[in-house]
């Protein structure tokens, strides 16, 4: 048993990270635990794979007695989205479905429906779909969910927030939740997405309806000592040897985000044994490489020539003063207006995103795929 746990890679990426995956952020989940506890709402800004997800789903864990109501709003169309979205978070929470058939009943106008499943025993549910897109819905679901929540202690969370933008009638939408929400005090909400740029948009933006409705908490790199540690620790829980100027080259390599450095980290042990040193990550790049290229590759033939040389400019030369003369001389492009219009749509597309200044990459490994192209 134990020398299968040890062959197993104790590094894992693009999903929550938790337990012995997780290193702890003991100040942020200091600072978290404190607004559930005493009920505030909180935004969390943070560029995405930062942490945001297992940040709130470690801390909630944490706090006894506790329990998360979690709804991923990732993609979401219509207001019958969002509606099903949160019902269905409802019927997570509570599997028995005595008390899901209750919380159904408070939905009158939505004329909801239980299902069971004879083979598995999982409990579904279905909403009439010309009365979940009213936008009115929302109201009647949300105070279900203060039913279901404010009976005890829950965290509501309301991940990728910034989807609920999507929609035809999202400031109808947004104004009916903030309505709602901003009366339901015993239930703290929790708001966090993946596009900063449109969280800051829909809580600082004074026109927005959720405008300073939750305290702000920001969550970034983990501090560069403890993850090191963290990962030189996960390293050696499977007997591999790796120093600590290895372990920083690699969180260089890719910016110290963490779920890069993971992802890395995740492919460098597959292609060692024994020993990793400096020279493993060029090796571990590729492997990443040859399972996204054909990804990046496509990323690549959406971009007109302008576009794909700002790209390749912010590559190499960084993404700060993307207008100056130095900056066009160099990636090969005519004027400041082209450069412009071509970061607006590389943002759009999200290859890249705007950091107080500065256009960044918004996958690490995609601009070191680009700068060993042979172009
Ligand atoms: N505290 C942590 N310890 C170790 N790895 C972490 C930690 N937080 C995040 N990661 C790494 O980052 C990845 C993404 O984490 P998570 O989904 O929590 O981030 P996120 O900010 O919510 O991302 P997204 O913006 O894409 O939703 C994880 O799979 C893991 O590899
Ligand atoms: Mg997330």
Request: aromatic share 10%.
């Amino acid at each position: 048993m134990k020398a299968k746990l040890e062959d197993n890679n104790p590094f894992r990426y693009g999903c929550v990270v938790e337990d012995s995956f997780y290193c702890p952020r003991p100040l942020l989940e200091r600072q978290l635990a404190g607004f559930v506890r005493s009920g505030q709402n909180v935004v969390i800004h943070g560029e995405r794979r930062m942490g945001k997800t297992s940040l709130i789903n470690a801390v909630v864990r944490g706090l006894r007695g506790w329990r998360m109501l979690y709804v991923d709003l990732l993609h979401v169309q219509t207001v019958g989205d969002v509606c099903r979205r949160i019902v269905s978070s409802v019927r997570n929470l509570e599997r028995k479905a005595t008390i899901f058939e209750k919380a159904l009943k408070l939905l009158p106008r939505l004329r909801p429906v239980m299902k069971i499943d004879p083979a598995s025993g999982e409990v579904g549910f279905a909403l009439d779909a010309r009365a979940a897109e009213d936008p009115y819905a929302v109201e009647e679901v949300l105070d279900m969910l203060s039913k279901v929540a404010g009976n005890g202690r829950t965290v509501v969370v309301f991940d990728e927030f910034q989807d609920i933008c999507n929609l035809a009638d999202a400031q109808t939408m947004l104004a009916l939740m903030r309505g709602r929400i901003q009366f339901q005090g015993d239930i703290p909400y929790v708001f966090t997405g993946s596009v900063r740029s449109r969280m800051v948009e829909l809580f600082d933006n004074p026109d927005s309806a959720f405008y300073k409705s939750a305290l702000t908490l920001c969550v970034g790199e983990i501090e560069q000592d403890s993850f090191a540690k963290f990962l030189l620790a996960r390293f050696a829980s499977g007997r591999r040897r790796v120093s600590d100027e290895t372990v920083r080259a690699i969180m260089d390599t890719v910016a110290n985000v963490p779920g890069d450095v993971q992802q890395l980290c995740e492919a460098i042990w597959g292609v060692t044994a024994g020993s990793v040193g400096p020279e493993d990550i060029e090796t571990a790049l590729q492997v990443v490489f040859m399972r996204e290229g054909d990804k990046f590759e496509s990323f690549c033939e959406r971009l007109s020539p302008v576009q794909f040389k700002l790209l390749m400019g912010i590559a190499r030369i960084g993404g700060r003063e993307i207008q100056s003369r130095a900056f066009l001389d160099e990636a090969g492009i005519g004027n400041a207006a082209s450069a412009r219009k071509a970061a607006i749509r590389l943002c759009e597309l999200r290859y890249v995103y705007l950091f107080h200044g500065e256009y960044r990459f918004s996958s690490m490994f995609f601009r070191a795929w680009l700068l060993r192209r042979d172009y």
